[in-house]
């Protein structure tokens, strides 16, 4: 079974409107509905005539204005009528009002949207997003998060009418610079930050990071609209991280490590945990069938392999220190049989 969360605009009114002057009703939306038919009713209806299956779930998204109230109700009622569990919910402060909008509306909408796809998977459902309706800042983010979250997003296409899908394939988006910096973003994420104290935490940080924060006219930096749908998807790839084993020649070499070489290990294997940055920082050298973490400048270096959805590593090692004696002799997973839990 599905859920289909779908964006609200005014397209129901103003079509109405069209065909009958005056102030509108709920029971003239509903009526107009029933007598254009879905396809013609407004672009919300049109797109679900295209995208519903029996045993679908409805949820509307509408905005904080008298229009988008009355809307979003006409379309749960109608839908409703029809046999479907149908419900609206309003996204506090996505007005008209500039300020808003932008720093309130927008974040209102992505955190909505995010806690709706994470209930509906732990209910067993399939969220989809159908984002037709709304404001065209509202569209582009349903869409953003639908990317980041892996959720499929429909919308009308303006000129060949025809349903177009975004697949839910995920985006080239910097997890690096989430994990490299993750006590930054959990100590901004927890509470509303001064902007000065932001910009004396950000000191030395990478300049990259300004991208996904934002102040508004209170004088408080945040995380943007943006920047909150991707620290919330990193948020959902740590709740499933795999176990850590470790051999005890690895930590052995670590033990004898000072604080600062311990951490820089700590940091790594954390890394290590992710999906996307092991997939994409390890490699492979000729004299070892186990992988080597990460790749590039920096001096340590993780052989590890996989197996039944743990990771096991066989050696930890530093340039200056063991890296080059480690390749020269070669590293072998069948040269390492006693593994205990990492606790780094």
Not at 85 to 96: C, D, G, Q, T
Not at 115 to 129: A, T, W, Y
Not at 148 to 168: K, N
Request: hydrophobic share 35%; aromatic share 10%; net charge negative.
């Amino acid at each position: 079974m599905r859920l289909i969360i779908s964006t609200v605009g005014t397209s129901l009114i103003s079509n109405r409107s069209k065909e009958q002057s005056g102030s509108t009703r709920l029971e003239e939306l509903l009526m107009h509905i029933t007598v254009k038919g879905e396809v013609k009713a407004s672009a919300e209806t049109n797109a679900l005539s295209r995208l519903i299956s029996e045993g679908d779930q409805l949820l509307f998204l509408c905005s904080d204005t008298p229009d988008g109230n009355l809307s979003s109700e006409a379309l749960t009622q109608f839908y409703q009528k029809k046999g479907f569990k149908s419900s609206f919910k309003v996204i506090r402060e996505l007005n008209y009002l500039h300020d808003d909008f932008m720093s309130r509306g927008l974040k209102s909408l992505v955190n909505i949207l995010i806690d709706e796809i994470q209930i509906s998977r732990r209910k067993g459902l399939e969220p989809i997003i159908s984002a037709t309706g709304g404001f065209k800042a509202e569209i582009a983010y349903a869409t953003l998060v639908g990317l980041v979250f892996h959720v499929p997003v429909y919308y009308i296409h303006e000129v060949f009418q025809d349903i177009i899908c975004m697949p839910p394939a995920p985006i080239d988006w910097d997890l690096t610079l989430l994990a490299e910096n993750e006590e930054f973003f959990q100590w901004i994420n927890q509470e509303f930050r001064r902007t000065e104290k932001v910009n004396r935490r950000l000191k030395g940080l990478p300049d990259r990071i300004q991208l996904l924060l934002e102040e508004d006219a209170d004088g408080y930096t945040t995380l943007s609209a943006a920047g909150r749908v991707y620290y919330a998807a990193y948020e959902e790839i740590l709740k499933d991280l795999p176990p850590v084993k470790i051999s005890d020649t690895a930590i052995k070499f670590y033990n004898k490590l000072d604080t600062t070489q311990q951490k820089a290990i700590e940091s790594c294997v954390h890394k290590l945990r992710i999906e996307p940055l092991r997939k994409s920082g390890s490699g492979q050298i000729g004299t070892t069938d186990c992988f080597v973490y990460p790749r590039g400048d920096c001096p340590e270096r993780i052989y590890y392999h996989e197996n039944n959805g743990e990771i096991f590593i066989c050696e930890i090692a530093f340039h200056e220190i063991n890296y080059e004696d480690l390749n020269k002799k070669g590293v072998y997973k069948r040269n390492y049989g006693d593994f205990e839990l990492w606790k780094g």
